[in-house]
């Protein structure tokens, strides 16, 4: 059996494609290679991470700007929309709030699908490299995994210790990392991302959020993690802000009604 995604809450589609028409760019964000940033999305408005110099992945965290318990549920998104994500499909938020954070507008490399590999694009099964895991495989330290550049990103920003900042960074989603199990022994694995400059993945904001994006060592990840080996780009947030008539009536999600005993 699957999870039945037919009975998520159903998606306005006219509302997202009323969202689109005439947006107004209101701030930008450059994502350094091997380093991260973080960026502010009110609720209401979009955010689009886009490919710049070459190909290059992302690893995005997100937490609700009030309450950085409610982060993003890469797992929970993974079990309702599948291994991997794009257009229609949502972000959604930890337990105990299970609701939707962001909403997936645009996607400019939804043509890829899914190889002969069982490769696709923006995945939610990966999680995000670490000194921790390259000191158990390697035995070496590296300083700007994705980990370490979201946690460092996210201090600045909260303007708190790294120690301080560290638990609250979580398994992110991939974006533009292309990615799949192996058939024969279920091993993940991952392949050059086909992110080319102007490709970009674009997402409505349901409620007020700080997004944080490492640009990752891996660059396309095509390869190794964990070093300066790969070639490295930036990438670009763009904040946009819709008309006002586009989201006449709307209100940003709930958290979840269910009540422990
Ligand atoms: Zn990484």
Not at 241 to 260: F, H, I, N, Q, T
């Amino acid at each position: 059996m699957v999870y039945p995604e037919d009975r998520l809450p159903p998606l306005d589609r006219a509302f997202y494609a009323g969202v689109r028409k005439g947006m107004t760019k209101v701030g930008e964000v450059v994502v350094p290679p091997r380093e991260a940033a973080t960026f502010d999305v009110p609720a209401g408005h979009v955010f689009r991470i886009v490919g710049v110099d070459g190909p290059q992945v992302g690893d995005l965290n997100l937490w609700n700007a009030a309450n950085l318990a409610e982060r993003f549920y890469s797992g929970k998104t993974r079990a309702l929309h599948g291994t991997h994500v794009t257009v229609g499909d949502r972000l959604w938020s930890a337990l105990p709030y299970l609701r939707p954070m962001a909403t997936i507008t645009a996607d400019t490399l939804d043509w890829y699908g899914f190889d002969g590999d069982g490769a696709g694009v923006h995945d939610v099964i990966g999680t995000r490299c670490d000194p921790y895991t390259n000191r158990l495989l390697s035995g070496g330290d590296y300083h700007h995994c994705c980990h370490s550049n979201l946690t460092r990103a996210l201090a600045r920003r909260l303007g708190t210790a790294f120690e301080a900042a560290e638990p609250h960074v979580h398994d992110v989603l991939n974006v533009f990392m292309c990615t799949g199990f192996e058939r024969d022994e279920g091993r993940y694995i991952m392949k050059a991302s086909p992110v080319r400059p102007g490709d970009f993945l674009e997402l409505f904001a349901e409620i007020d959020l700080i997004g944080a994006l490492s640009a990752c060592p891996g660059g396309d990840c095509g390869s190794g993690h964990s070093s300066d080996a790969a070639s490295c780009f930036p990438l670009r947030v763009d904040i946009l802000r819709p008309r006002a008539e586009a989201l006449a009536g709307w209100r940003p999600p709930e958290v979840s009604s269910y009540a422990p005993l």
